[in-house]
């Protein structure tokens, strides 16, 4: 398809697990963002990527996630050792232009992740 | 800092009536774009629109239409003659020139019966 794809649409993690999110941007898209939405929440920013290049990882909660995006295209958002309060749906949205150009975001469905 | 306020948290109507979906924003930033997104039950948001903070000029797409007063910060949000497939939660946000400070409101439910 032509839009962002997100994999796994849901993931059932126990504690203390490590989880791997994956996001396929929309062809051509240079920039790549990741979105934490808790339930009832608006999405917060995670993190941002110009092809391969992370270049505002402010929003990371904490050393436990990371995100990686190697060849420009698609981008793994890596929790390590999930606490329930990682429950929530991410986001990846990804759009065309490289930062300093706004645009808007195309978003995919997310994953939704429970913690137990 | 950056802030979008989205007061009404649910609103409910009946198919027909039309509805407006308020959003009140703060930033310190001369240029700024206001969005208005869309998540339906699919969970994908949807892009709605896009306005720069030098346009003020109202826009009118179909039966929907924003209203945005930079005097009050609002960029608002009205559905005219309400139909059940607009029931989603509808987020306001702003961002600054470069997309990666981007701030979402709380959304607002809106549930169209019929």
């Known amino acids: 398809g032509a839009g962002v794809s997100q994999s796994p649409r849901y993931k059932v993690a126990k504690r203390g697990q490590d989880v791997a999110l994956r996001c396929d941007p929309i062809?051509?898209?240079?920039?790549l963002f990741w979105y934490q939405q808790a339930l009832g929440q608006g999405p917060e920013f995670l993190t941002y990527?110009?092809?391969?290049?992370?270049?505002?990882k402010s929003g990371l909660p904490s050393d436990r996630f990371f995100a990686e995006r190697p060849e420009g295209s698609v981008s793994t958002l890596k929790i390590q050792r999930t606490q329930q309060e990682d429950s929530a749906v991410y986001l990846c949205?990804?759009?065309?232009?490289?930062?300093?150009?706004?645009?808007?975001?195309?978003f995919g469905n997310g994953t939704r992740l429970t913690v137990t | 800092a950056q802030k979008v306020t989205q007061a009404q948290t649910e609103i409910s109507v009946v198919e027909k009536e039309d509805v407006t979906l308020d959003c009140v924003y703060e930033?310190?930033?001369?240029?700024?774009?206001l969005f208005w997104y869309k998540q339906p039950p699919s969970g994908e948001l949807v892009f709605l629109i896009r306005?720069?903070?030098?346009?003020?000029q109202n826009e009118i797409s179909g039966r929907y239409s924003w209203n945005f007063q930079k005097s009050t910060s609002s960029f608002n949000f009205t559905i005219t003659a309400s139909q059940v497939v607009d029931s989603a939660v509808y987020f306001c946000?702003?961002?600054?020139?470069?997309?990666?400070?981007?701030?979402f409101g709380a959304g607002t439910r809106l549930t169209v019966k019929p």
């Open positions: 949205a990804s759009s065309l232009p490289p930062t300093g150009v706004n645009s808007p975001l195309h």
């Open positions: 990527f110009q092809n391969e290049a992370q270049l505002d």
């Open positions: 930033t310190r930033d001369t240029t700024y774009y």
């Open positions: 306005r720069n903070s030098f346009d003020e």
């Open positions: 062809s051509g898209h240079v920039s």
């Open positions: 946000a702003l961002s600054g020139y470069n997309n990666n400070d981007m701030r």
